[in-house]
């Protein structure tokens, strides 16, 4: 798929918001980035949105739309947040109207993992195919599922949450009490937690820095049986999840990106073993498991896809 025409991306995370000019697949000219000081209330952030997606309008005069990721939960016809996950003040806020009366350009809003899924699955790891499910592992877990060559919202817009899903019905209770949700036991705080009390279980002492995924990967990679045996751990976690998906969507590959993700192989081959062993052969052996194509501009290319397709409809 081609994308000829200009679109800024923005991908608003909890702690920092990018944006960027988007034409084709590559991000050609980015904005500097705001970091919000003291959560400021949205009228004064959304305003200084608008001032950079301008500035950039300075030096790109023929962009024709702007997409804008965010991380909680959208009303995606209407672009009107009900809530964002961990910034204070964003609270039924209709973003898509603001950020279009101030700039005159169309504009388009949706939660942050669905944008990664939509650049993955039109651009990424996944294109070409029709049944896919995103996933985004860091802080906590997000996903975007796509089925029957569309992305899947739910009545509700929250389709796609597979942090949420259980994986222990007496387990940790997760942010919406639902007990064993999977992002409480595979976020990067909590499975460094975990890895920090393995080694102690094995008589050895690590600070917590020392127990990031970044460095339980190089410890894995060095060879250290604690550490592999933390990854095959959370490989099994994911894996329960994966498994649940699979017969429900019976999807074509699960593309997976986020920071814990480049791991690589010390992911990739326990998880593939796990998924494996919880499916029947002829629903594994054509599954792919695969890493994203994009890193960190994910976010910013799929609401640029998004909003030049929200704009040509």
């Known amino acids: 798929m081609e994308f000829t025409d200009k679109a800024i991306g923005i991908d608003f995370g909890g702690t920092s918001i990018k944006m960027g000019v988007i034409l084709g697949k590559q991000i050609i000219d980015e904005a500097p980035v705001i970091i919000p000081k003291d959560h400021p209330v949205p009228t004064e952030l959304i305003q200084t949105i608008a001032n950079q997606i301008n500035q950039l309008r300075e030096e790109h005069s023929d962009i024709k739309a702007v997409g804008c990721g965010v991380p909680g939960f959208v009303d995606a016809p209407t672009g009107r947040i009900h809530n964002l996950t961990n910034v204070p003040g964003w609270v039924d806020i209709p973003l898509r109207d ?14 942050d993992a669905n944008a990664m899924g939509i650049a993955e699955w039109k651009l990424g790891a996944a294109a070409g195919l029709q049944h896919v499910v995103c996933l985004t592992l860091g802080t906590g877990v997000g996903g975007a599922v796509i089925v029957n060559n569309q992305l899947v919202h739910g009545s509700k817009f929250v389709a796609g ?3 949420q899903s259980s994986i ?10 639902n007990p064993g949700a999977l992002e409480d036991y595979i976020g990067n705080n909590e499975f460094a937690i975990d890895a920090q009390r393995a080694y ?14 970044a460095a339980l990967d190089a410890a894995a990679t060095a060879g250290c049986d604690v550490a592999l045996a933390c990854w095959d751990d959370f490989a099994r976690k ?13 999807p074509e590959a699960f593309v997976i990106g986020g920071g814990i993700s480049k791991a690589g192989n010390t992911l990739f081959e326990p998880l593939r073993k796990h ?39």
Request: aromatic fraction near 6%.
């Open 168 to 177: 222990n019905y007496n387990g940790r209770v997760g942010a919406y009490n």
């Open 275 to 313: 998924v494996a062993a919880q499916l029947s052969p002829p629903f594994s052996d054509h599954l792919k498991i695969i890493p994203a194509k994009f890193s960190n501009e994910a976010g910013i290319i799929g609401c640029a896809v998004l909003a030049l397709e929200t704009a040509d409809a």
């Open 238 to 250: 994911l894996s329960c999840t994966l498994a649940n998906c699979c017969w429900l969507l019976n």
């Open 200 to 213: 102690l279980e094995a008589g050895i002492e690590k600070c917590i820095d020392d127990c990031t995924p």
């Open 98 to 111: 603001l950020l279009s009366e101030k700039t005159g350009l169309p504009c388009v809003v949706e939660n």
């Open 161 to 163: 949450e597979l942090g």
